[in-house]
Every structure is written in structure tokens, then in C-alpha cells.
Nanobody, 118 residues
Framework: QVQLVESGGGLVQAGGSLRLSCAAS????????MGWFRQAPGKQRELVAT???????KYAESVKGRFTIRRENAKNTMYLQMNSLKPEDTGVYYC????????????WGQGTQVTVSS
């Protein structure tokens, strides 16, 4: 069973930066899409950014130009660099790995809190 472990969350002032990491223990099989989602209090979980095994990326409109997603396949690790943070970026950030090839899976991390103060 693969486990995803997030790290790097914390408290930061508006305009500041944080880098989140997501490490997959045991390795990820086949082609996959990894992504970051977030959930603010009282709101539904929403997609922040995704990256495929080949490095193709997608971002939510609200974070374009401020957040950068990348991955290091050899290390089974994904990152989210968050710059120019806003209070509305506050929430629990979750890492996800979705198997899209011959191996189908849907793994989630436990989440890491990001709080941006105004």
C-alpha cells in the first residue's frame, strides 16, 4: 500500500511563500497524475494543480502565475511552490496520486494546513 505524506505547511503572512512536498512511499506504478487539492473551512475540496508523469501541468485559475507544481519521479516526490500567498489560499492542502495506466489507484495524503494571515 502506497502512502502519501505531505509536509511544508504552516503560517505565513500575505505576500509570503511556502513550499509543500508530497512523498510517496513504496513508489507509484504505471502512468499517473499527481495533484494538489485544498479545502477551506466550510467549503468543498477544490483542485489546485496537477502534473502528469510526463510533466504536463494544469492550474486552477486562482493560482495561475503564483503557484508552481513539479515532480521528481526518481524520488517519488511532488512539490508545490506557492508565492504571493493570499488569505484566500488558507486551507488544508492534500496530495493525490491517480493511476491512469495499467495500474489503477487513487491515493490521498493526510493533508497539511496552510494559513495565510492578512
Amino acid at each position: 500500500q502506497v502512502q502519501l505524506v505531505e509536509s511544508g505547511g504552516g503560517l505565513v503572512q500575505a505576500g509570503g511563500s511556502l513550499r509543500l512536498s508530497c512523498a510517496a512511499s513504496g513508489g507509484l506504478l504505471s502512468n499517473n497524475v499527481m495533484g494538489w487539492f485544498r479545502q477551506a473551512p466550510g467549503k468543498q475540496r477544490e483542485l489546485v494543480a496537477t502534473i502528469t508523469s510526463l510533466g504536463l501541468t494544469k492550474y486552477a485559475e486562482s493560482v495561475k502565475g503564483r503557484f508552481t507544481i513539479r515532480r521528481e519521479n526518481a524520488k517519488n516526490t511532488m512539490y508545490l511552490q506557492m508565492n504571493s500567498l493570499k488569505p484566500e489560499d488558507t486551507g488544508v492542502y492534500y496530495c493525490n496520486a491517480l493511476g491512469t495506466g495499467w495500474a489503477r489507484y487513487d491515493y490521498w495524503g493526510q493533508g497539511t494546513q496552510v494559513t495565510v494571515s492578512s
